[in-house]
């Protein structure tokens, strides 16, 4: 089995910082993608940033600039620094990876994590 857990979701002011962290563990053969996604409420869940394995990164258009993310290979976590946040960066933040299973090292599979809540208010 394996299990995304993320961390660092809590309540800050507009203009401030967040840094979210998500790490993989469980029968990992090898991750591909690591990302983030969100979801505000009556929205549907949006792609904020994706991490590939060669290192490749691609940011929604709403987030370029102020988010940055980055991943530790030997940790199996994915990072997302979150700077000048506003109050529509609300969101439950979603960890995402697309990996192989020990038990199925030739087919890819997604997985999430339980979601980290965000609330950037004054």
């Known amino acids: 089995q394996v299990q995304l857990v993320e961390s660092g979701g809590g309540l800050v002011q507009p203009g401030g910082s967040l840094r979210l962290s998500c790490a993989a563990s469980?029968?990992?053969?090898?991750?591909?993608?690591m990302g983030w996604y969100r979801q505000a409420p009556g929205k549907p869940r949006e792609l904020v940033a994706l991490?590939?394995?060669?290192?490749?990164?691609s940011y929604a258009d709403s987030v370029k600039g102020r988010f940055t993310i980055s991943r530790d290979n030997a940790k199996n976590t994915v990072y997302l620094q979150m700077n000048s946040l506003k109050p529509e960066d609300t969101a439950v933040y979603y960890c995402?990876?697309?990996?192989?299973?020990?038990?199925?090292?030739?087919?890819?599979?997604?997985?999430w994590g339980q979601g980290t809540q965000v609330t950037v208010s004054s």
């Open positions: 991490n590939g394995d060669s290192g490749t990164t």
């Open positions: 469980g029968s990992i053969n090898s991750i591909h993608i």
């Open positions: 995402h990876a697309l990996l192989s299973t020990l038990t199925a090292p030739l087919q890819l599979g997604v997985y």
